[in-house]
């Protein structure tokens, strides 16, 4: 699949295959300013209706600091499989629940993924990846570590849902993020968004679907239409409540595959 070309090679070289068949089976806080610190994975409001049931996939769970202190045996003897937690914003709030997150999910035997929420106007995409790899965004070769993750959605600090910014003006921010990830850390960001903001902020721009992974935010019975480029998802976030604090999440079994065994 052209979705996860380049990301492959570093996945596959980061989780290993026993990760997977589990999978299968089922540095210090920053004080958040008043702009930053507050927002997280899927902030936006919610598009499209709430599932009823739990959708097909692994199960997992996506947290911030607003989960603060998080009770990961229970989180996985409730089913999960994985965890994205976030670690920073712009390049001042590094989460202070981040650690406790972070090593409490590897303890007990979950793959995970750090991510960085995004505020282009308050400094550069090469500023906002560097501040990122440097507080928890760059952590690599413990066997159960995915890529970091580009969320990026719309302004919860402004009513300008796309920051001011022309769509040539938000992929070239795009880029510069997504390019000084990988020159730090040798992967290709996943990006996480919302399906509309994409299509409306970057111009439906097509062009990341070749290298970064997909994980949707869509608090309905589907995670379709995806953006512009992407043929699948990786992740979808279906809901924002459910057994799992935070955001309740699945990952799609075969774009796992993809990305750790691309020539199977």
Not at 14 to 19: E, F, H, I, R, Y
Not at 169 to 184: C, G, K, L, P
Not at 208 to 214: E, G, I, P, S, V
Not at 217 to 224: E, K, T, W, Y
Request: charged share 15%.
């Amino acid at each position: 699949m052209r979705t996860f070309k380049h990301a492959r090679r570093v996945a596959a070289a980061v989780v290993t295959t026993a990760a997977c068949g589990a999978l299968m089976a089922g540095p210090a806080q920053a004080s958040p300013s008043p702009r930053h610190g507050q927002a997280h994975a899927g902030s936006a409001a919610p598009r499209g209706s709430a599932a009823t049931a739990v959708p097909p996939g692994i199960p997992g769970l996506d947290v911030s600091g607003w989960q603060e202190n998080v009770d990961w045996d229970a989180v996985k003897a409730d089913g999960a499989r994985f965890a994205f937690i976030k670690a920073t914003e712009s390049t001042d709030y590094h989460s202070g629940e981040f650690d406790q997150q972070w090593n409490g999910s590897y303890r007990v035997g979950l793959i995970h993924a750090a991510y960085h929420y995004a505020t282009p106007d308050s400094a550069s995409g090469k500023a906002q990846a560097d501040y990122f790899a440097d507080n928890g965004g760059g952590q690599t070769g413990d066997g159960r570590t995915l890529p970091g993750v580009l969320d990026i959605e719309d302004n919860v600090y402004g009513p300008d849902k796309c920051y001011g910014f022309t769509p040539a003006q938000m992929v070239s921010w795009i880029h510069d993020f997504i390019n000084e990830y990988h020159a730090r850390t040798g992967w290709w960001a996943t990006i996480n968004t919302f399906t509309e903001w994409w299509n409306d902020c970057t111009g439906g721009s097509t062009e990341f679907a070749k290298k970064d992974a997909l994980w949707i935010n869509n608090h309905g019975a589907s995670p379709d239409p995806l953006p512009a480029g992407w043929k699948t998802y990786f992740v979808w976030q279906w809901a924002d409540t459910g057994v799992f604090p935070g955001d309740q999440d699945v990952m799609n079994p075969e774009a796992l595959k993809q990305l750790l065994h691309p020539h199977a």
